[in-house]
């Protein structure tokens, strides 16, 4: 699967699994209870213990389903980067840009998203090649940040993670932003192992996320 291939998945579904798990065995629940209300970009942050196979397990059981792309989050450096990326990781996120890692990302392919809250964080990864940026966090700046964004980086693509939620992920999409990043609002009911819960949760996130660009129509 090429980068674009890859990017436009993400970009068609409008919504990121962040998927921070107790143990391996929660985070491929949470993944296939995410998949199976229709989110189809699984972000396996580097926090989880186990991140490596985790990936490399839900890339081969995916290997068939098109629609469905496991990437790797929480990456600090290239050379993590290029692990989860032998492991099968399809899109590399951070929370915080790195040169090294975009070079690496670049050289293979493979769409980098690291976080930036700046105007000045960002160009400097737009001049790295970066495609989508990951606007971290987001509760610090809330959806009405993204249009003071892209009014001097109209041609900017981002995508916000942390504070989105099903009462505001409309007002994320109307101000520009291209997708959005969700984890404890999604995952939370793993706690209880009510995993049918985040299913009908994935199934609301990216219910309005349509909705919301139907709206822009």
């Known amino acids: 699967m090429n980068k674009l291939n890859v990017m436009n998945k993400i970009i068609e579904c409008g919504v990121v699994a962040v998927v921070r798990a107790d143990s391996k065995e929660e985070a491929i629940k949470i993944s296939e209870a995410c998949v199976k209300g229709g989110i189809c970009g699984i972000e396996i942050t580097f926090t989880v213990q186990g991140a490596v196979e985790i990936i490399e397990e839900l890339s081969i059981f995916y290997r068939e389903n098109n629609n469905v792309v496991i990437g790797a989050g929480t990456v600090l450096d290239a050379v993590t980067a290029r692990i989860a990326i032998l492991a099968g990781a399809k899109y ?95 995952v939370a009911p793993a706690k209880t192992g009510d995993f049918d819960l985040i299913t009908r949760y994935a199934e609301q996130y990216v219910s309005k996320v349509q909705q919301a660009r139907e709206a822009l129509t």
């Open 92 to 186: 590399i996120v951070s929370p915080s840009f790195d040169i090294e890692t975009a070079k690496l990302c670049n050289l293979y392919q493979i769409p980098y998203m690291p976080g930036c809250m700046t105007i000045t964080e960002m160009k400097n990864a737009l001049e790295y090649g970066v495609d989508i940026i990951k606007l971290f966090p987001g509760n610090a700046f809330g959806p009405d940040y993204v249009k003071s964004v892209k009014a001097p980086l109209p041609q900017v693509n981002l995508m916000p993670t942390g504070g989105v939620s099903l009462e505001n992920i409309d007002q994320w999409i109307n101000n520009g932003c291209v997708a959005v990043g969700v984890g404890g609002n999604l």
